[in-house]
T-cell receptor
Framework: AQSVTQLGSHVSVSEGALVLLRCNYS??????LFWYVQYPNQGLQLLLK??????LVKGINGFEAEFKKSETSFHLTKPSAHMSDAAEYFC????????????FGQGTELSVKP | NAGVTQTPKFQVLKTGQSMTLQCAQD?????MSWYRQDPGMGLRLIHY???????DQGEVPNGYNVSRSTTEDFPLRLLSAAPSQTSVYFC??????????FGSGTQLSVL
């Protein structure tokens, strides 16, 4: 069975600083990994995904994540935070096939200070 | 395309009442799912379906039923509502590129 752990329920950074949101997963088969973002009072939007191939994936709004199998991690980064990045971020894992169920982590709320 | 349409947006129930949350998608996706979102707990999978006539349990299925008679529709039934089912519910479908499309959510309060 898959599971996802997001380290830190709240992360606060200054505008212009590096954003690092941590995600570790557990899966008995090669995983598909995702990051989603949820802005206040909105649904979830896909930021980026890893299925196969290149382990460094780039997403929207300058975010990227690297799949590290040896560390079972898929951390999300952005070199320079912007005020508009303030939102809740969710890491998710599926078991790598079309019918695989998608399991989410608990979420990390990102605050950006001016 | 409308995407994923979820109704109602808001609902208040009394303990013991039953109701159905509706979900429909027009993207011909085989995979559909229901999540509940609670503060500090992320999104937890209730039930999911990989095609018409096929459903399976997720992480928190107790108290909920689903059916999938068509590719388009995936209703979620609360059999006897309890205060613990107060939550925000999201329906989602998934295409072949693994991208998940979410409905706008249903805010449910059980008194």
């Amino acid at each position: 069975a898959q599971s996802v752990t997001q380290l830190g329920s709240h992360v606060s950074v200054s505008e212009g600083a590096l954003v690092l949101l941590r995600c570790n997963y557990s899966s008995s088969v090669p995983p598909y990994l995702f990051w989603y973002v949820q802005y206040p009072n909105q649904g979830l939007q896909l930021l980026l995904k890893y299925t196969t191939g290149a382990t460094l994936v780039k997403g929207i709004n300058g975010f990227e994540a690297e799949f590290k199998k040896s560390e079972t991690s898929f951390h999300l980064t952005k070199p320079s935070a912007h005020m508009s990045d303030a939102a809740e971020y969710f890491c998710a894992v599926s078991d790598g096939w079309q019918g695989g169920k998608l399991i989410f982590g608990q979420g990390t709320e990102l605050s950006v200070k001016p | 395309n409308a995407g994923v349409t979820q109704t109602p947006k808001f609902q208040v129930l009394k303990t013991g009442q039953s109701m159905t949350l509706q979900c429909a998608q027009d993207m011909n996706h085989e995979y559909m799912s229901w999540y509940r979102q609670d503060p500090g707990m992320g999104l937890r999978l209730i039930h999911y379906s990989v095609g018409a006539g096929i459903t399976d349990q997720g992480e928190v299925p107790n108290g909920y039923n689903v059916s999938r008679s068509t590719t388009e529709d995936f209703p979620l039934r609360l059999l006897s509502a309890a205060p613990s089912q107060t939550s925000v519910y999201f329906c989602a479908s998934r295409g072949q590129d693994e991208k998940l499309f979410f409905g706008s959510g249903t805010q449910l309060s059980v008194l």
